[in-house]
Every structure is written in structure tokens, then in C-alpha cells.
């Protein structure tokens, strides 16, 4: 069974001061890894798509990377407009159904000016 | 633009009536996705369709049902809706790759 493991759970952070989000997985063999952002009380907005080990996507001040175990989502300088809770998700290869993602619990991001 | 439209952002209802949940993608995917959110649970599925007229169960089944008339279109029944069904209900696509692509949630306040 597919697992995903988002840590922390929430996450202050100063304007400016740069930090990662952590995705920790367990699959049977990966197909990919997604970030998206959520939100409040919206959807969750796609935002990387990661398929193999030492891949990296950037998108302004967000980049993620992977490994055979997790993926990190750096936020370099981060402004007030990309608080959101930020979820991870994975596709695996036996993930019940080929067309399955397995969702980590996100991380609560707050950037105060 | 990938854009999946729900038909409510907003939706109250009283326990025992039926409900009906709609959405709609523009990008000619094969597959969709319902889901349900909820604080602590996270996003669970409860039904996917790969196909016009074929469905597949999720994590959460019970008390919906689904129907795929159109392949632009899915829609989330709730027979009998309990106040155990409020929650925040997300409707995704997906093409030929893998990412899904999610609409903007109808909060459902059963009542």
C-alpha cells in the first residue's frame, strides 16, 4: 500500500526567510509525484509533476526535487501570497488502481510580512 | 488551460434528501475523480470513472453513487444525505498523464 508523509504539519515563516517542506513516500514503484496548493476553501491547484529520482521543477519561488524516498519543496524567499497548505501526493504502480493518487495531509504554510 | 467547473460553491441540505453534485471538465479526460475532504482525514476518494458509462469504487463508497453519462461530465449522488456527509467535495480530471486537475470544492451542510 502506498504511502505519503508530509512534514510539518504547519510552518511560520518570516517574509524572505527561505525553508523546505518535506514528502516522505513508500510505493511499489513510482509513476510520479505531485505537488499542488491548496487554498482555503478552494481546490487544490496542481502545481509539479516529479517522475523520477534527482529531478528537479522549479516554478518562481517554489522548487522541488527527488529522491528514491522523499521530495523537498523549497521556498526561496518567500512573500505573504504563498501561504496555502501545501499537499504532496504519489502514483504508484499497484496503488489499487492505475489511475489512483495516494495524498499526504498537506503542510500549512503562513508567511507573515 | 485544464478547467473543471463544480455546480455549487455552496450547498445546504436536510438529512434524508437527495442530493446531486455536479462536474463538468473541458479538456476531453477520460478520467474523474470524487472526493471528499475533511479536517485531519485529508482527500479521500470515493469514486472514479474511467470511461463513459464505467465507474469504480474508492476508499468511501458508502451512502454515493455516481453517474458518467457524458465524458465531460460526472456526477456525485447522495441518496439519502446524513449529517455525517458534510464536508468539502472535490470534483478532478485527468488526461494521459498523471497529474489531476481539481475544481474548486461545493461545501456541503447537511442539516
Known amino acids: 500500500e502506498d504511502q505519503v508523509t508530509q512534514s510539518p504539519e504547519a510552518l511560520r515563516l518570516q517574509e524572505g526567510e527561505s525553508s523546505s517542506l518535506n514528502c516522505s513516500y513508500t510505493?511499489?514503484?513510482?509513476?510520479?509525484l505531485f505537488w499542488y496548493r491548496q487554498d482555503p476553501g478552494k481546490g487544490p491547484e496542481f502545481l509539479f509533476t516529479?517522475?523520477?529520482a534527482g529531478e528537479e521543477k522549479e516554478k518562481e519561488r517554489l522548487k522541488a526535487t527527488l529522491t528514491k524516498k522523499e521530495s523537498f519543496l523549497h521556498i526561496t524567499a518567500p512573500k505573504p501570497e504563498d501561504s496555502a497548505t501545501y499537499l504532496c501526493?504519489?502514483?504508484?504502480?499497484?496503488?489499487?488502481?492505475?489511475?489512483?493518487?495516494?495524498f499526504g495531509s498537506g503542510t500549512q504554510l503562513t508567511v507573515l510580512p | 488551460d485544464v478547467k473543471v467547473t463544480q455546480s455549487s460553491r455552496y450547498l445546504v441540505k436536510r438529512t434524508g434528501e437527495k442530493v446531486f453534485l455536479e462536474c463538468v471538465q473541458d479538456?476531453?479526460?477520460?478520467?474523474m475523480f470524487w472526493y471528499r475532504q475533511d479536517p485531519g482525514l485529508g482527500l479521500r476518494l470515493i469514486y472514479f470513472?474511467?470511461?463513459?458509462?464505467?465507474?469504480e469504487k474508492g476508499d468511501i463508497p458508502e451512502g454515493y453513487s455516481v453517474s458518467r453519462e457524458k465524458k465531460e461530465r460526472f456526477s456525485l449522488i447522495l441518496e439519502s444525505a446524513s449529517t455525517n456527509q458534510t464536508s468539502m467535495y472535490l470534483c478532478?480530471?485527468?488526461?494521459?498523464?498523471?497529474?489531476?486537475?481539481f475544481g474548486p470544492g461545493t461545501r456541503l451542510t447537511v442539516t
Open positions: 478532478a480530471s485527468r488526461g494521459t498523464v498523471y497529474e489531476q486537475y
Open positions: 510505493v511499489s514503484g513510482l509513476r510520479g
Open positions: 516529479l517522475y523520477s
Open positions: 501526493a504519489v502514483q504508484g504502480i499497484s496503488s489499487g488502481s492505475a489511475r489512483q493518487l495516494t
Open positions: 479538456m476531453d479526460h477520460e478520467n
Open positions: 470513472s474511467y470511461d463513459v458509462k464505467m465507474k
